[in-house]
């Protein structure tokens, strides 16, 4: 039906850069909401930010100020650029969609499997 795949992450040292992208495809009729959730080990999954279908963009307190979210609705994707990384910002980033599929009009929440990204020296 509907697929989710991040892409972009990796290793990158302190103060560094990464853009995440996730890509939707499948039997889409429309996606609302796109959204980037963050788990470290040990740790809960923690909210990143998120943008409506509307275009609409919210950035959690603790990126707010080094990422940004933004959307590309002809490509159905959604990206994170990451600036100024932490050690702290280490975790596995999850995409979130909220889609509306060709197979009937009621939306669905879906899930990426996940990029890794690891802010070391």
């Known amino acids: 039906q509907v697929q989710l795949v991040e892409s972009g992450g990796g290793l990158v040292q302190p103060g560094g850069s990464l853009r995440l992208s996730c890509a939707a495809s499948g039997s889409i009729f429309s996606i609302n909401a796109m959204a980037w959730y963050r788990q470290a080990p040990g740790k809960e999954r923690e909210y990143v930010a998120a943008?409506?279908?509307?275009?609409?963009?919210n950035v959690a307190i603790s990126v707010k100020g080094r990422f940004t979210i933004s959307r590309d609705n002809a490509k159905n994707t959604v990206y994170l650029q990451m600036n100024s990384l932490k050690p702290e910002d280490t975790a596995v980033y999850y995409c979130?969609?909220?889609?509306?599929?060709?197979?009937?009009?009621?939306?669905?929440?879906?899930w990426g499997q996940g990029t890794q990204v690891t802010v070391s020296s």
């Open positions: 979130n969609a909220g889609v509306r599929t060709s197979l009937g009009g009621l939306e669905r929440d879906y």
């Open positions: 943008t409506t279908g509307g275009g609409n963009t």
